[in-house]
């Protein structure tokens, strides 16, 4: 039975858990997905924030539910020999990490057990999770940030939102996830921004120029994007190339309307550059604009896609067949002389990126169609591909869509999956169409958060 918050523990027949006090002090089982950690009083589950596996701590019941209860530690009584001490002095406060305190290997080895715990019902597939691909130095890894702004116009604040409280925003200036030129970004802005006195939006007033500012960086190119948000156009933001300098290859305004939610642009607006940068995967150049998806972790995303592309090359298909393609990492991997791919997306705008970013790596073999999953046009699994390639978004397969792709009956399988509870729910489609599992492998796109991606291959028997 799962231990995760979207599916408790039961609690027995005598009723809601015998928590007594609010305080209490608990032994910490283990970390369970999206960054809580599990303890047990009885047969009863409480779920904490702040400890870690191993840990015997002082802990507050926050709130009850009827068959579990939330906990925040007060005090730690026995810390984890992997407890150790962050570079980030919000750490706790800030909600951008989960698990800076938690020494980087017992992070894969806690990943690794968050997709045991999902695949638990099925110990055929448990069995075949490979250890996490783990990185070699997990700071300043991602290659994409977004900021909020908070604060005050004469004391704004550029960050991350307080964990918590949505509303608030901690500051990203001592940030480990993003490189060092990000928080000399971060400075200058904030400086700029108080200087003008140009005041942050306030999502409960709706008031306010300011939303958030993203910063896009290519590891492999050394090039940087520079998105500022805001509300409504003013005559101060012309000035903002000037203010970031050498730090931006390219600037633009983004506009969303006090209305509208920030990540809803009306318009963009170049102020310098391009528009856009470019970032490179194992050789291949891609074409990053403002709002473009691309996995966030160069490294990572590099190894991951390798691994998939070794992966086909021993499975040899004479057509591969890549759904939820995006712009195209995945298709591009697998473009091999005398090998045909085929990418369906729905997103109009991304497959013109990949189209461009098809040019630009000289990728004959790539057929573009833009169609949802679901809705795929028949002629393209009348093609009989040899291997199917999936990417679903977290929150996995459409059943009509799992059903199509089951239905094409393709030798090979590889199911590329960023959240263990939608891989475990979508596995039973696979196994009852005759598949099995050949092989997991967990890959960390994100050290210090709960999050865990790993690459399935299914073949079917006979």
């Known amino acids: 039975m799962d231990t995760t918050p979207e599916q408790p523990l039961a609690a027995p027949a005598a009723g809601p858990a015998p928590l007594g006090r609010d305080e209490l002090e608990l032994t910490i089982e283990k970390a369970v997905f999206e960054g809580h950690a599990l303890a047990r009083l009885g047969r009863h589950v409480i779920f904490v924030d702040g400890a870690l596996p191993g840990e ?29 001490t962050t570079p980030c002095p919000v750490f706790g406060v800030c909600g951008g990490c989960a698990f800076l305190n938690f020494a980087y290997p017992a992070q894969r080895t806690m990943k690794k057990g968050f997709l ?8 055929a597939a448990a069995d075949k999770i490979a250890d996490v691909l783990s990185m070699e130095t997990p700071e300043f890894f991602r290659n994409k940030m977004v900021y909020s702004f908070g604060g005050t116009a004469d ?43 140009l005041p942050p939006f306030d999502e409960r007033t709706k008031q306010g120029l300011l939303r958030d500012l993203t910063v896009r960086e290519g590891k492999r190119t050394g090039q940087r994007l520079v998105l500022l948000t805001v509300t409504a156009p003013h005559p101060d933001l012309a000035a903002l190339p000037e203010v970031l300098g050498e730090l931006a290859d390219t600037v633009l305004l983004g506009f969303s309307p006090a209305a509208h939610n920030a990540s809803r642009l009306t318009g963009t607006e170049v102020l310098k550059g391009s528009g856009h940068i470019e970032e490179q ?14 996995q966030t972790n160069t490294l990572q995303a590099e190894r991951m896609f390798s691994t998939l592309a070794a992966w086909a090359d021993e499975l040899r298909p004479r057509v591969a067949l890549d759904l939820y393609a995006g712009m195209g990492p995945i298709a591009f ?10 990418a369906v997306e729905s997103h109009a705008e991304s497959v013109a990126a ?13 057929e573009w ?28 397969l459409a059943p009509k869509a799992a059903e199509r792709i089951a239905a094409a009956a393709a030798p090979h ?50």
């Open 155 to 197: 004391q704004p604040v550029l960050g991350m939102h307080r964990r918590g409280d949505f509303h608030a925003v901690v500051t990203a200036e001592h940030c480990v996830l993003q490189s060092p030129a990000a928080r000399a970004i971060i400075r200058r802005v904030l400086d700029w921004a108080q200087a003008r006195s």
């Open 333 to 342: 991997h697998l473009a091999s002389p005398g090998r045909t791919v085929l």
């Open 413 to 462: 399988l590889i199911y590329v999956s960023c959240n263990p509870a939608t891989l475990a729910r979508d596995l039973p489609v696979w196994l009852r169409a005759g598949y099995a599992v050949e092989r997991i492998q967990p890959v960390d796109m994100f050290p210090h958060a709960y999050h865990i991606e790993c690459l399935v291959q299914f073949g079917r028997a006979g």
């Open 369 to 396: 169609v833009t169609a949802d999953v679901e809705k795929t046009p028949e002629a393209i699994f009348a093609r009989q591909p040899d291997l199917i390639v999936v990417d679903p978004p977290r929150t996995g």
């Open 281 to 294: 995967l194992n050789g291949l150049t891609f074409e990053i604009g403002p709002t473009t998806f691309f």
């Open 116 to 123: 045991q715990d999902a695949l638990r019902a099925w110990p």
């Open 354 to 366: 990949a189209r461009r970013n098809q040019q630009r790596n000289r990728l004959l073999e790539i």
């Open 56 to 84: 015997r701590i002082r802990a507050v019941i926050t709130s009850r539910r009827r068959r579990y209860a939330f906990a925040r530690a007060l005090e730690i009584l026995e810390p984890s020999p992997d407890r150790c």
